[in-house]
């Protein structure tokens, strides 16, 4: 075996591992994302929380605001790395979600919060018309900085809109 054939097999490459399904904008849809997020996520071997709070959110938000008769929503995740990429693409692309404050005695509107807490980053990624993508990732490992069990403390620097 020669020099350059021994780095090949040196390198372990890590293949990607992804998910993708189609649901009903409905509340039984959103449902169903959790569920099935929550069983590839098993059958991965990756930790379910926060994962399936942020799907549950974000699925919801599908169901909720991106709802149009007869289109349905996309559920993706991604494992890149120690990374999992959690994506719903909706086709309500003109409206985009905003972090904002709910009133106090409002009973609803705190989704985007909890999924700020709980995800190390997320976005909005707009189309191609009709469509946007709602993403967060999180991390699978601990940062050097955080103790296990922990989530990294946020500040305005890195607040994401």
């Known amino acids: 075996m020669n020099q350059e054939t021994a780095g090949c097999e ?4 890590e293949p990607v591992r992804n998910f993708s399904v189609l649901l009903s ?14 069983e590839q996520l098993r059958s991965w071997g990756i930790p379910l929380s926060p994962a399936d709070q942020i799907v549950a959110e974000l699925a919801n938000n599908a169901a909720t605001h991106g709802r149009v008769p007869g289109r349905d929503f996309r559920l993706t995740l991604y494992v890149v790395g120690d990374t999992l990429r959690i994506e719903v693409t909706d086709t ?13 005695d409002i009973e609803s509107g ?52």
């Open 110 to 161: 705190r989704g985007l919060l909890l999924v700020d807490a709980f995800a190390d980053r997320w976005g909005v990624t707009p189309g191609p018309p009709p469509r946007k993508t709602v993403w967060a990732e999180c991390a699978m490992t601990p940062s050097p900085r955080t103790a296990p069990g922990t989530r990294p403390v946020r500040t305005s620097s890195t607040a994401r809109t």
């Open 92 to 104: 309500m692309g003109d409206r985009l979600p905003r972090l904002c404050a709910p009133e106090a």
């Open 25 to 38: 904008p409905t509340s039984r849809g959103a449902r169903l994302a959790r569920l099935l997020a929550t």
């Open 10 to 13: 040196a390198q372990r490459v």
